[in-house]
């Protein structure tokens, strides 16, 4: 078994919502799409020229910068909800930010 360093889990909800699905899947675009897409949008185009300069940096010092590391955790986190949230793994809306 090979040992992974990243564990992905999502708990089941226990009894999850019906009404909450159908609002999901009829007006998902209105309450999830536009600000979370715009969100995510500016969110992604940060975080690629981040990942672009993090590049740049470990060729130049040699090490990767501890705040743009975090930075990209952030951003991996809340894509991670954002998706769990739309394809209904969980009932728990994601916040706009990717911190625990």
Do not use: Q
């Amino acid at each position: 078994m090979y040992n992974y360093p990243v564990n992905y889990s999502v708990e089941y909800p226990e009894k999850p919502s019906r009404l909450l699905v159908l609002a999901r899947i009829f007006l998902g675009w209105l309450y999830i799409g536009i600000p979370h897409g715009l969100f995510c949008l500016a969110y992604a185009i940060v975080a690629f020229f981040v990942a672009i300069l993090s590049y740049f940096a470990i060729l130049i010092i040699g090490r990767f910068p501890l705040s743009w590391f975090d930075f990209l955790i952030r951003y991996n986190r809340y894509v991670n909800r954002l998706v769990a949230y739309c394809s209904c793994m969980t009932d728990k809306y994601p916040p706009f930010s990717g911190r625990r």
